[in-house]
Nanobody
Framework: QVQLVESGGGLVQAGGSLRLSCTAS????????MGWFRQAPGKEREIVAA????????YYGDSVKGRFTISRDNAKNTVYLQMNSLKPDDTAVYYC?????????????????WGQGTQVFVSS
């Protein structure tokens, strides 16, 4: 019903920045709350950030507060994750997800659609 494709990942040195994008096709993103999750090898999947349908309400995981910013441009059918002051511990595959909800959702199992992920590697 909706397909999500992440982009913008890559290799960056600690202290650097990346901006991830999640672009949807098949249906407008305006009807979905959106989230970014990440999973590193041997680690549990964790919430990074989430945003409401309109973009007026956001949530951030404790480990990224003050460094990452989630935003959305519904006219472009795209959600962004701006990542600053990157640390080696940020190394993971980052996934975007969509949920038919108004509020930002922080529980992965509640999301309906997922992208394939984009790899972020932060070197020390």
């Amino acid at each position: 019903q909706v397909q999500l494709v992440e982009s913008g990942g890559g290799l960056v040195q600690a202290g650097g920045s990346l901006r991830l994008s999640c672009t949807a096709s098949g249906r407008t993103l305006s009807v979905y709350a959106m989230g970014w999750f990440r999973q590193a090898p041997g680690k549990e999947r964790e919430i990074v950030a989430a945003i409401s349908r309109s973009g007026g309400t956001t949530y951030y995981g404790d480990s990224v507060k003050g460094r990452f910013t989630i935003s959305r441009d519904n006219a472009k059918n795209t959600v962004y994750l701006q990542m600053n002051s990157l640390k080696p511990d940020d190394t993971a595959v980052y996934y975007c997800a969509a949920d038919y909800n108004i509020r930002p959702v922080t529980t992965a199992e509640l999301y309906d659609y997922w992208g394939q992920g984009t790899q972020v590697f932060v070197s020390s």
